[in-house]
Protein backbone atom coordinates (compact mmCIF):
# COMPACT_ATOMS: atom_id res chain seq x y z
CA UNK A 1 0.00 0.00 0.00
CA UNK A 2 0.99 3.42 -0.43
CA UNK A 3 3.19 5.15 2.10
CA UNK A 4 2.55 2.00 4.45
CA UNK A 5 2.78 2.28 8.20
CA UNK A 6 6.32 0.29 9.44
CA UNK A 7 6.43 -3.38 10.42
CA UNK A 8 3.48 -4.54 12.15
CA UNK A 9 5.81 -5.08 15.31
CA UNK A 10 6.31 -1.58 16.23
CA UNK A 11 3.14 0.78 15.03
CA UNK A 12 1.55 2.05 17.92
CA UNK A 13 1.30 6.06 17.92
CA UNK A 14 0.63 8.84 20.66
CA UNK A 15 -0.65 11.75 20.37
CA UNK A 16 1.45 13.80 22.51
CA UNK A 17 -1.04 16.49 22.23
CA UNK A 18 0.44 20.47 22.96
CA UNK A 19 3.20 18.94 24.50
CA UNK A 20 6.98 20.71 23.99
CA UNK A 21 9.16 19.75 22.67
CA UNK A 22 11.46 18.83 25.23
CA UNK A 23 9.15 16.84 26.83
CA UNK A 24 8.77 14.46 23.86
CA UNK A 25 12.14 14.01 23.88
CA UNK A 26 12.19 12.89 27.37
CA UNK A 27 9.11 11.24 27.71
CA UNK A 28 10.89 9.33 24.33
CA UNK A 29 13.27 8.45 26.89
CA UNK A 30 11.84 7.42 29.83
CA UNK A 31 8.62 5.82 28.60
CA UNK A 32 8.24 5.05 25.05
CA UNK A 33 11.09 4.01 24.00
CA UNK A 34 11.60 1.34 26.45
CA UNK A 35 7.35 0.17 26.58
CA UNK A 36 7.64 -0.37 22.54
CA UNK A 37 5.95 2.71 21.16
CA UNK A 38 6.58 3.37 17.63
CA UNK A 39 5.77 6.66 17.01
CA UNK A 40 4.82 10.31 18.30
CA UNK A 41 2.28 12.41 16.84
CA UNK A 42 3.66 15.71 17.81
CA UNK A 43 1.40 19.02 17.06
CA UNK A 44 1.91 21.37 14.06
CA UNK A 45 5.58 22.74 14.58
CA UNK A 46 5.28 25.74 11.56
CA UNK A 47 4.53 29.15 12.71
CA UNK A 48 1.40 29.95 13.74
CA UNK A 49 -1.09 32.62 15.05
CA UNK A 50 -0.90 34.25 18.29
CA UNK A 51 -4.33 34.95 19.71
CA UNK A 52 -3.82 36.56 22.68
CA UNK A 53 -7.48 38.24 22.93
CA UNK A 54 -8.69 34.59 22.63
CA UNK A 55 -6.53 33.50 25.72
CA UNK A 56 -3.79 31.55 23.41
CA UNK A 57 -6.35 28.77 21.91
CA UNK A 58 -4.88 25.50 21.48
CA UNK A 59 -5.89 26.15 17.40
CA UNK A 60 -3.66 28.26 16.93
CA UNK A 61 -1.29 25.66 15.57
CA UNK A 62 -3.94 25.08 12.93
CA UNK A 63 -3.33 28.20 11.15
CA UNK A 64 -0.40 28.36 9.93
CA UNK A 65 1.70 31.79 9.21
CA UNK A 66 4.73 30.79 7.18
CA UNK A 67 6.92 26.94 7.28
CA UNK A 68 9.40 28.53 9.77
CA UNK A 69 9.89 26.02 12.39
CA UNK A 70 12.00 29.01 14.43
CA UNK A 71 9.41 29.44 17.36
CA UNK A 72 5.93 27.56 18.41
CA UNK A 73 4.71 27.85 21.52
CA UNK A 74 6.06 24.72 22.07
CA UNK A 75 10.14 25.66 21.53
CA UNK A 76 12.89 26.16 19.13
CA UNK A 77 13.80 25.00 16.33
CA UNK A 78 17.11 23.42 17.71
CA UNK A 79 14.27 21.78 20.40
CA UNK A 80 12.54 20.22 17.56
CA UNK A 81 15.49 19.00 16.14
CA UNK A 82 16.75 17.86 19.49
CA UNK A 83 13.87 16.05 20.18
CA UNK A 84 13.78 14.08 16.74
CA UNK A 85 16.99 13.20 17.60
CA UNK A 86 16.72 11.73 20.81
CA UNK A 87 13.87 9.65 20.08
CA UNK A 88 15.49 8.08 17.83
CA UNK A 89 17.91 7.08 19.82
CA UNK A 90 15.16 5.55 21.98
CA UNK A 91 13.84 3.84 18.41
CA UNK A 92 10.53 6.29 17.88
CA UNK A 93 9.19 7.97 14.97
CA UNK A 94 8.06 11.12 14.97
CA UNK A 95 5.51 12.62 12.61
CA UNK A 96 3.87 15.45 12.41
CA UNK A 97 0.38 16.68 12.37
CA UNK A 98 0.66 18.61 8.54
CA UNK A 99 -1.01 21.56 7.62
CA UNK A 100 -2.01 21.77 3.76
CA UNK A 101 -5.19 22.57 3.17
CA UNK A 102 -5.14 26.42 4.51
CA UNK A 103 -3.25 29.39 6.32
CA UNK A 104 -5.17 31.44 8.62
CA UNK A 105 -8.06 32.82 9.07
CA UNK A 106 -9.90 35.91 10.17
CA UNK A 107 -9.90 35.69 14.69
CA UNK A 108 -9.45 38.21 17.15
CA UNK A 109 -6.10 39.75 15.30
CA UNK A 110 -5.79 38.78 11.61
CA UNK A 111 -2.69 40.25 11.09
CA UNK A 112 0.18 39.23 12.16
CA UNK A 113 2.85 38.83 13.73
CA UNK A 114 2.94 35.31 13.96
CA UNK A 115 4.87 33.06 16.77
CA UNK A 116 7.91 33.45 14.66
CA UNK A 117 7.73 37.13 14.12
CA UNK A 118 6.60 36.92 10.21
CA UNK A 119 3.85 39.45 9.11
CA UNK A 120 0.61 38.02 7.48
CA UNK A 121 -2.91 39.20 6.74
CA UNK A 122 -5.56 36.83 5.34
CA UNK A 123 -4.42 35.36 1.58
CA UNK A 124 -1.26 37.39 2.09
CA UNK A 125 1.93 35.63 3.43
CA UNK A 126 5.21 37.76 2.80
CA UNK A 127 7.80 35.92 0.64
CA UNK A 128 5.33 32.31 0.59
CA UNK A 129 1.89 32.91 -0.54
CA UNK A 130 0.00 35.79 -1.89
CA UNK A 131 -3.75 36.06 -3.08
CA UNK A 132 -3.51 34.41 -6.01
CA UNK A 133 -2.33 31.43 -4.17
CA UNK A 134 -5.66 30.76 -3.01
CA UNK A 135 -8.99 29.33 -4.30
CA UNK A 136 -11.33 31.61 -5.31
CA UNK A 137 -14.10 30.59 -3.18
CA UNK A 138 -13.85 32.74 -0.55
CA UNK A 139 -16.80 31.83 1.82
CA UNK A 140 -17.26 29.35 4.58
CA UNK A 141 -18.14 25.56 2.91
CA UNK A 142 -21.84 25.90 3.40
CA UNK A 143 -22.99 22.46 1.77
CA UNK A 144 -21.15 19.51 2.74
CA UNK A 145 -22.84 17.42 -0.24
CA UNK A 146 -21.55 19.63 -2.55
CA UNK A 147 -17.62 17.79 -2.92
CA UNK A 148 -16.01 20.91 -4.84
CA UNK A 149 -17.29 22.97 -2.30
CA UNK A 150 -15.83 21.42 0.14
CA UNK A 151 -12.54 21.03 -1.44
CA UNK A 152 -12.47 24.45 -2.69
CA UNK A 153 -14.28 26.66 -0.28
CA UNK A 154 -13.18 27.57 3.06
CA UNK A 155 -13.08 25.22 6.13
CA UNK A 156 -13.78 27.79 8.90
CA UNK A 157 -13.25 30.49 7.20
CA UNK A 158 -9.10 29.64 6.94
CA UNK A 159 -7.70 30.63 3.43
CA UNK A 160 -7.86 27.69 0.83
CA UNK A 161 -5.10 27.01 -0.52
CA UNK A 162 -4.70 26.12 -4.61
CA UNK A 163 -3.27 22.84 -4.00
CA UNK A 164 -3.88 22.41 -7.48
CA UNK A 165 -0.87 25.29 -7.91
CA UNK A 166 2.60 23.45 -8.74
CA UNK A 167 3.70 26.61 -6.98
CA UNK A 168 1.28 25.56 -4.08
CA UNK A 169 2.55 22.17 -4.19
CA UNK A 170 6.18 22.59 -4.50
CA UNK A 171 5.87 24.78 -1.12
CA UNK A 172 4.05 22.11 1.17
CA UNK A 173 6.69 19.73 -0.56
CA UNK A 174 9.56 22.18 1.00
CA UNK A 175 8.19 22.10 4.00
CA UNK A 176 7.24 18.16 4.22
CA UNK A 177 10.90 17.45 2.78
CA UNK A 178 12.62 20.40 5.21
CA UNK A 179 11.16 18.01 7.89
CA UNK A 180 12.04 14.19 6.68
CA UNK A 181 15.52 15.92 6.23
CA UNK A 182 15.85 16.47 9.96
CA UNK A 183 14.53 13.02 10.61
CA UNK A 184 11.16 13.20 10.66
CA UNK A 185 9.36 9.39 9.55
CA UNK A 186 5.67 10.34 8.45
CA UNK A 187 2.82 12.77 8.87
CA UNK A 188 -0.53 13.60 9.85
CA UNK A 189 -2.41 15.44 6.70
CA UNK A 190 -4.62 17.74 8.43
CA UNK A 191 -7.89 18.19 6.86
CA UNK A 192 -6.67 16.08 3.67
CA UNK A 193 -10.58 15.55 2.64
CA UNK A 194 -10.83 19.37 1.96
CA UNK A 195 -7.68 18.71 -0.54
CA UNK A 196 -8.29 16.85 -3.57
CA UNK A 197 -7.09 13.08 -4.10
CA UNK A 198 -4.67 13.95 -7.16
CA UNK A 199 -3.51 17.02 -5.33
CA UNK A 200 -2.86 15.00 -2.31
CA UNK A 201 -0.87 12.18 -4.66
CA UNK A 202 1.14 15.28 -6.19
CA UNK A 203 2.52 16.25 -3.20
CA UNK A 204 3.29 13.02 -2.05
CA UNK A 205 5.24 12.40 -5.40
CA UNK A 206 7.44 15.01 -4.39
CA UNK A 207 8.61 14.04 -1.00
CA UNK A 208 12.13 12.15 -0.16
CA UNK A 209 12.62 9.09 1.43
CA UNK A 210 12.87 9.15 5.00
CA UNK A 211 16.59 9.00 7.23
CA UNK A 212 18.63 5.69 6.86
CA UNK A 213 17.87 5.15 10.26
CA UNK A 214 13.77 4.77 9.69
CA UNK A 215 14.93 2.06 6.10
CA UNK A 216 14.98 4.77 3.84
CA UNK A 217 11.86 3.96 2.49
CA UNK A 218 8.72 6.18 1.58
CA UNK A 219 6.95 8.73 4.35
CA UNK A 220 4.43 7.17 6.22
CA UNK A 221 1.14 9.46 5.73
CA UNK A 222 -2.08 8.84 7.20
CA UNK A 223 -4.74 10.99 6.46
CA UNK A 224 -7.33 12.76 8.44
CA UNK A 225 -10.87 12.04 6.61
CA UNK A 226 -13.72 12.33 8.59
CA UNK A 227 -15.77 10.30 6.08
CA UNK A 228 -19.56 11.01 5.55
CA UNK A 229 -21.83 11.16 2.59
CA UNK A 230 -19.87 12.98 0.19
CA UNK A 231 -16.49 11.30 0.62
CA UNK A 232 -15.88 8.22 1.77
CA UNK A 233 -12.70 7.09 4.08
CA UNK A 234 -11.93 5.03 1.51
CA UNK A 235 -11.11 7.53 -1.60
CA UNK A 236 -7.85 8.61 0.07
CA UNK A 237 -6.64 5.43 0.42
CA UNK A 238 -4.43 5.03 -2.84
CA UNK A 239 -2.66 8.40 -1.05
CA UNK A 240 -2.18 6.71 2.42
CA UNK A 241 -3.27 5.19 5.65
CA UNK A 242 -6.78 6.83 6.24
CA UNK A 243 -7.98 7.73 10.04
CA UNK A 244 -11.73 5.59 10.97
CA UNK A 245 -13.90 7.87 12.53
CA UNK A 246 -16.52 4.95 12.30
CA UNK A 247 -14.30 2.85 14.56
CA UNK A 248 -13.70 5.40 16.88
CA UNK A 249 -17.45 5.71 17.84
CA UNK A 250 -18.35 2.35 17.60
CA UNK A 251 -15.07 1.49 19.81
CA UNK A 252 -16.58 4.75 22.12
CA UNK A 253 -20.17 3.83 22.27
CA UNK A 254 -19.57 0.12 23.32
CA UNK A 255 -17.29 1.14 25.93
CA UNK A 256 -19.23 3.85 27.33
CA UNK A 257 -22.61 1.43 27.13
CA UNK A 258 -20.91 -1.46 28.35
CA UNK A 259 -21.89 -3.71 25.76
CA UNK A 260 -18.53 -5.02 24.30
CA UNK A 261 -19.15 -9.00 23.76
CA UNK A 262 -19.62 -8.41 20.26
CA UNK A 263 -16.27 -6.37 19.34
CA UNK A 264 -14.61 -9.64 18.24
CA UNK A 265 -15.97 -7.89 15.07
CA UNK A 266 -14.52 -4.80 15.43
CA UNK A 267 -13.69 -3.13 11.96
CA UNK A 268 -14.89 -5.79 9.89
CA UNK A 269 -16.94 -3.38 7.86
CA UNK A 270 -14.57 -0.32 7.75
CA UNK A 271 -11.48 0.42 5.88
CA UNK A 272 -9.01 -2.64 5.75
CA UNK A 273 -7.45 -2.06 8.96
CA UNK A 274 -3.98 -2.24 7.09
CA UNK A 275 -4.98 1.21 6.24
CA UNK A 276 -6.72 2.32 9.26
CA UNK A 277 -5.75 4.29 11.65
CA UNK A 278 -7.56 3.94 15.10
CA UNK A 279 -8.20 5.59 17.70
CA UNK A 280 -11.01 6.08 20.79
CA UNK A 281 -10.86 9.67 21.19
CA UNK A 282 -8.43 12.29 19.33
CA UNK A 283 -8.48 16.06 20.12
CA UNK A 284 -11.10 17.27 18.24
CA UNK A 285 -13.67 14.64 19.49
CA UNK A 286 -12.77 15.07 22.68
CA UNK A 287 -14.02 18.44 22.67
CA UNK A 288 -17.08 18.10 19.87
CA UNK A 289 -18.49 14.08 20.27
CA UNK A 290 -17.29 13.65 24.30
CA UNK A 291 -18.74 9.91 24.41
CA UNK A 292 -15.54 8.74 25.65
CA UNK A 293 -12.42 10.70 26.89
CA UNK A 294 -10.16 10.96 29.26
CA UNK A 295 -12.77 12.46 32.05
CA UNK A 296 -13.85 8.95 31.96
CA UNK A 297 -11.28 7.12 33.49
CA UNK A 298 -10.88 3.81 34.21
CA UNK A 299 -13.73 2.75 31.33
CA UNK A 300 -11.52 5.12 28.79
CA UNK A 301 -8.59 3.62 29.84
CA UNK A 302 -10.16 0.35 29.25
CA UNK A 303 -11.25 1.17 26.03
CA UNK A 304 -7.73 2.38 25.25
CA UNK A 305 -6.24 -0.88 26.12
CA UNK A 306 -8.75 -2.79 24.34
CA UNK A 307 -7.83 -1.49 20.81
CA UNK A 308 -4.29 -2.42 21.54
CA UNK A 309 -5.05 -5.81 21.64
CA UNK A 310 -7.23 -5.99 19.04
CA UNK A 311 -6.16 -6.58 15.49
CA UNK A 312 -7.76 -3.96 13.30
CA UNK A 313 -6.16 -1.23 12.64
CA UNK A 314 -2.90 0.96 13.73
CA UNK A 315 -3.78 2.11 16.82
CA UNK A 316 -3.16 6.15 17.77
CA UNK A 317 -3.63 6.29 21.76
CA UNK A 318 -4.27 9.85 23.36
CA UNK A 319 -2.49 12.26 25.63
CA UNK A 320 -4.34 14.81 26.75
CA UNK A 321 -4.18 17.60 28.88
CA UNK A 322 -7.34 18.92 31.31
CA UNK A 323 -9.20 21.93 30.98
CA UNK A 324 -12.87 23.60 31.98
CA UNK A 325 -14.50 25.78 30.79
CA UNK A 326 -14.09 26.46 27.00
CA UNK A 327 -13.29 24.07 24.55
CA UNK A 328 -11.14 26.79 23.01
CA UNK A 329 -8.37 26.62 26.54
CA UNK A 330 -4.66 25.79 25.57
CA UNK A 331 -2.56 23.45 27.52
CA UNK A 332 -1.33 25.26 30.99
CA UNK A 333 1.05 27.92 30.00
CA UNK A 334 3.13 30.80 30.89
CA UNK A 335 1.20 34.41 30.76
CA UNK A 336 3.08 34.76 27.38
CA UNK A 337 1.58 31.60 26.02
CA UNK A 338 4.35 29.31 25.75
CA UNK A 339 3.20 25.96 26.89
CA UNK A 340 4.74 24.70 29.91
CA UNK A 341 6.89 21.49 30.09
CA UNK A 342 4.28 18.51 30.95
CA UNK A 343 4.74 17.19 34.12
CA UNK A 344 2.37 13.88 34.57
CA UNK A 345 2.33 14.69 38.08
CA UNK A 346 0.83 17.80 38.01
CA UNK A 347 -3.07 16.87 37.56
CA UNK A 348 -3.43 18.92 34.46
CA UNK A 349 -1.82 17.13 32.54
CA UNK A 350 -3.67 13.54 31.60
CA UNK A 351 -0.90 11.50 30.73
CA UNK A 352 -3.23 8.54 29.81
CA UNK A 353 -0.95 6.68 27.48
CA UNK A 354 1.09 5.96 30.64
CA UNK A 355 -1.84 4.11 31.95
CA UNK A 356 -2.20 1.75 28.91
CA UNK A 357 1.92 1.68 28.13
CA UNK A 358 2.21 -2.21 29.42
CA UNK A 359 -0.22 -2.87 26.65
CA UNK A 360 1.51 -1.61 23.68
CA UNK A 361 4.23 -5.03 24.26
CA UNK A 362 0.95 -6.92 24.21
CA UNK A 363 0.46 -5.42 20.59
CA UNK A 364 4.01 -5.96 19.86
CA UNK A 365 4.26 -9.61 20.89
CA UNK A 366 1.01 -10.75 19.36
CA UNK A 367 2.05 -9.16 15.71
CA UNK A 368 0.58 -11.58 12.89
CA UNK A 369 -1.93 -13.47 15.29
CA UNK A 370 -5.28 -13.23 14.86
CA UNK A 371 -8.34 -13.62 17.27
CA UNK A 372 -8.42 -17.32 18.84
CA UNK A 373 -10.03 -18.98 21.76
CA UNK A 374 -13.26 -16.04 22.84
CA UNK A 375 -14.98 -15.93 25.78
CA UNK A 376 -17.85 -13.83 27.02
CA UNK A 377 -19.72 -13.32 30.38
CA UNK A 378 -22.03 -10.77 30.43
CA UNK A 379 -22.35 -7.76 27.45
CA UNK A 380 -19.22 -6.42 28.93
CA UNK A 381 -16.82 -9.07 29.65
CA UNK A 382 -14.95 -10.24 26.59
CA UNK A 383 -11.90 -12.25 26.73
CA UNK A 384 -9.77 -13.36 23.68
CA UNK A 385 -6.83 -15.38 22.91
CA UNK A 386 -4.32 -13.62 19.91
CA UNK A 387 -2.88 -17.15 18.53
CA UNK A 388 -0.41 -18.84 21.37
CA UNK A 389 1.48 -15.21 21.58
CA UNK A 390 -1.22 -13.89 24.04
CA UNK A 391 -4.18 -13.32 26.16
CA UNK A 392 -6.61 -10.75 26.84
CA UNK A 393 -9.83 -10.59 29.07
CA UNK A 394 -11.71 -7.44 29.31
CA UNK A 395 -14.18 -6.35 32.03
CA UNK A 396 -16.54 -3.11 31.41
CA UNK A 397 -19.30 -3.67 34.28
CA UNK A 398 -19.00 -2.53 37.75
CA UNK A 399 -18.02 -6.30 39.09
CA UNK A 400 -14.97 -7.98 39.11
CA UNK A 401 -14.61 -11.01 35.98
CA UNK A 402 -13.94 -14.58 37.95
CA UNK A 403 -13.63 -17.15 35.29
CA UNK A 404 -11.29 -19.80 34.05
CA UNK A 405 -9.76 -19.01 30.39
CA UNK A 406 -9.13 -21.35 28.17
CA UNK A 407 -5.64 -20.42 26.56
CA UNK A 408 -2.73 -22.03 23.85
CA UNK A 409 -0.19 -20.03 25.80
CA UNK A 410 2.58 -21.84 27.03
CA UNK A 411 2.60 -23.03 30.79
CA UNK A 412 4.84 -20.46 32.73
CA UNK A 413 4.37 -17.17 34.86
CA UNK A 414 3.02 -13.89 33.31
CA UNK A 415 3.18 -10.29 34.03
CA UNK A 416 -0.10 -8.78 33.59
CA UNK A 417 0.41 -5.74 31.46
CA UNK A 418 -2.79 -4.51 31.78
CA UNK A 419 -2.35 -3.36 35.37
CA UNK A 420 1.77 -2.80 35.01
CA UNK A 421 4.55 -2.52 32.73
CA UNK A 422 7.68 -4.82 31.80
CA UNK A 423 10.80 -3.52 30.76
CA UNK A 424 14.11 -4.49 31.14
CA UNK A 425 12.51 -8.04 32.40
CA UNK A 426 11.46 -6.30 35.37
CA UNK A 427 6.87 -6.67 35.57
CA UNK A 428 6.14 -4.09 38.28
CA UNK A 429 2.28 -5.40 38.01
CA UNK A 430 0.33 -8.88 39.39
CA UNK A 431 1.12 -12.08 37.35
CA UNK A 432 -0.56 -15.09 36.71
CA UNK A 433 0.74 -18.76 36.04
CA UNK A 434 -0.56 -20.49 33.19
CA UNK A 435 -0.65 -24.30 33.38
CA UNK A 436 -1.82 -27.17 31.61
CA UNK A 437 -3.83 -24.47 28.88
CA UNK A 438 -5.83 -22.25 31.37
CA UNK A 439 -5.05 -19.75 33.29
CA UNK A 440 -7.84 -18.21 36.46
CA UNK A 441 -8.29 -14.32 37.29
CA UNK A 442 -10.15 -12.19 38.59
CA UNK A 443 -10.66 -9.35 36.31
CA UNK A 444 -11.25 -6.25 38.19
CA UNK A 445 -14.17 -3.98 37.47
CA UNK A 446 -13.31 -1.61 34.40
CA UNK A 447 -10.29 -3.13 34.07
CA UNK A 448 -8.56 -5.91 32.08
CA UNK A 449 -5.68 -8.97 32.45
CA UNK A 450 -3.39 -9.21 29.93
CA UNK A 451 -0.70 -11.85 29.35
CA UNK A 452 1.91 -12.58 26.58
CA UNK A 453 4.79 -14.21 26.11
CA UNK A 454 7.41 -11.39 25.76
CA UNK A 455 6.58 -10.03 29.09
CA UNK A 456 7.02 -13.75 31.28
CA UNK A 457 8.18 -13.84 34.74
CA UNK A 458 7.07 -13.11 38.43
CA UNK A 459 5.61 -9.47 39.34
CA UNK A 460 6.02 -7.42 42.06
CA UNK A 461 3.10 -5.51 42.42
C1 LIG B 1 -8.64 19.67 11.64
N1 LIG B 1 -8.75 18.59 11.01
O1 LIG B 1 -9.30 18.50 9.83
C2 LIG B 1 -8.12 19.73 13.00
O2 LIG B 1 -8.06 18.42 13.57
C3 LIG B 1 -8.96 20.67 13.79
O3 LIG B 1 -8.56 20.68 15.13
C4 LIG B 1 -8.86 22.05 13.15
O4 LIG B 1 -9.76 22.99 13.78
C5 LIG B 1 -9.28 22.02 11.70
N2 LIG B 1 -9.07 20.78 11.03
C6 LIG B 1 -8.52 23.08 10.91
O5 LIG B 1 -7.16 22.73 10.81
C7 LIG B 1 -9.23 23.74 14.84
C8 LIG B 1 -10.36 24.17 15.77
C9 LIG B 1 -11.19 25.29 15.13
C10 LIG B 1 -10.29 26.43 14.75
C11 LIG B 1 -9.28 25.89 13.72
C12 LIG B 1 -8.32 26.95 13.22
O6 LIG B 1 -11.21 23.06 16.07
O7 LIG B 1 -12.14 25.74 16.11
O8 LIG B 1 -11.04 27.48 14.17
O9 LIG B 1 -8.50 24.85 14.35
O10 LIG B 1 -7.59 27.52 14.26
C13 LIG B 1 -10.85 28.78 14.74
C14 LIG B 1 -12.14 29.30 15.38
C15 LIG B 1 -13.21 29.43 14.32
C16 LIG B 1 -12.72 30.42 13.23
C17 LIG B 1 -11.40 29.88 12.68
C18 LIG B 1 -10.78 30.84 11.66
O11 LIG B 1 -12.56 28.36 16.38
O12 LIG B 1 -14.39 29.98 14.93
O13 LIG B 1 -13.69 30.42 12.17
O14 LIG B 1 -10.45 29.71 13.75
O15 LIG B 1 -10.48 32.06 12.24
C19 LIG B 1 -14.28 31.69 11.88
CA1 LIG C 1 -9.22 22.96 0.19
Redesign the pocket.
Known amino acids: PAHAAPGGDKEVVVHLFQWRWESVAAECESTLGPNGFGAVQVSPPQEH ?1 VLQGEGY ?7 PVSYSLDDTRRGTRADFVDMVDRCEDAGVRIYV ?1 A ?1 L ?2 M ?4 SV ?1 SGPGSAGSDYTKYDYPGIYQSRDFHDCRR ?1 ISDWNDKWEVQNCE ?4 SDLDTSSEYVRDRLAGYLNELIGIGVAGFRY ?5 VPLADVQAINSRLDDVDAAWGGGRPYVFQ ?1 V ?1 GDQTIAPGEYVPAGDVTEFQYHRDISNAFKNGDIAHLTGLGGNLVDGEQAVVFVA ?3 TQ ?2 HPTLTHTDGDRYDLAQAFMLAHPYGTPKIMSSYAWSGS ?2 TGPPMGSDGETRATDCADARWVCEHREVAGMVGFRNAVDGTSIGDVATGSSGQLAFARGDRGHAAFNATGGAWSRTFDTDLPDGTYCDVANGTFVDGECDGPSYTVSGGSFSAQVPADGAVALHVAAQGEGTG
Open positions: VPWWQDYQDVNHTGSGDDLVGLDAAKHEINHDRSND
